[in-house]
Each structure stands twice: as structure tokens, then as C-alpha cells.
């Protein structure tokens, strides 16, 4: 079975930048939607970002959006997550997740961030903003 590997996280200031990566070793990621999730300490799991199979269309949380930009590389097999002017309240572990569309050509665009939606997850990365 696929396998998410989530990379990219550690400690960070305030107002700085970190860049999360997810690769699936072994494995292609073309026929996934891919979804960044994160939980931080006493909360529940939290949506940040979704990009559609074919790249088309992508989704935020408010709280990210105009600061974090998900991409990815099928050709490189690779997810990323670039975070900008990253603030305390974005501390928590980051999970990559993928959710598998049956079909080859349809729903390639199709895009969610409810986490029910996703049957593979990462084991997290831990993300930490503090001064």
C-alpha cells in the first residue's frame, strides 16, 4: 500500500519560512488528491490546504491563506508546502494526506478538505514557530 512520508519541519521564528515536502517512495501520487492537515497541542485536527490530481485548483484555510502555497511535482512524485510569515499559532504536526480517485481522466480537478475525504496519511512532521 502507498505510504506518505511527510518532510520539511522544525523549530522557526516568528515572521520566517519553512518549506514541507510529502513523497510516497515506491510509489505515484498523479492519481491522489492530496490534502496538508495539522493538530496542534489540544486541539483537534485542523484542514490547511488541498491541490487537485491534475494541479488546477486548490484550497486554503483562512487562517493560511496569503501565506502558505500548495504545489506538487508528478513528475517528482513530491507534495509541497511553502509557509510564509509563519506565526505561533501555526505550530502543530503537519500531515500529508492522499485521497485516491478510481478513475484515470475524471475528477482530476476535483478538490476537498474534509478529512473523511482521505483514506492514506503521513505520520506528521513536527512544526514549531516560537522566538
Known amino acids: 500500500q502507498l505510504q506518505l512520508v511527510e518532510s520539511g519541519g522544525g523549530l522557526v521564528q516568528p515572521g520566517g519560512s519553512l518549506r514541507l515536502f510529502c513523497e510516497a517512495p515506491g510509489g505515484t501520487l498523479d492519481r491522489y488528491l492530496i490534502g496538508w492537515f495539522r493538530q496542534a497541542p489540544g486541539k483537534e485536527r485542523e484542514s490547511v490546504s488541498c491541490?487537485?490530481?491534475?494541479?488546477?485548483?486548490?484550497d486554503y484555510a483562512d487562517s493560511v491563506k496569503g501565506r502558505f502555497t500548495i504545489s506538487r511535482d508528478n513528475a517528482k512524485k513530491a507534495i509541497y508546502l511553502q509557509m510564509n510569515n509563519l506565526k505561533p499559532e501555526d505550530t502543530g504536526v503537519y500531515y500529508c494526506?492522499?485521497?485516491?480517485?478510481?478513475?484515470?481522466?475524471?475528477?482530476?480537478?476535483?478538490?476537498?478538505?474534509?478529512?473523511?475525504?482521505?483514506?492514506?496519511w503521513g505520520q506528521g512532521v513536527q512544526v514549531t514557530v516560537s522566538s
Open positions: 491541490i487537485s490530481a491534475d494541479s488546477t485548483k486548490t
Open positions: 494526506a492522499a485521497d485516491y480517485l478510481p478513475h484515470p481522466t475524471f475528477y482530476r480537478d476535483y478538490i476537498s478538505r474534509a478529512d473523511y475525504e482521505y483514506e492514506l
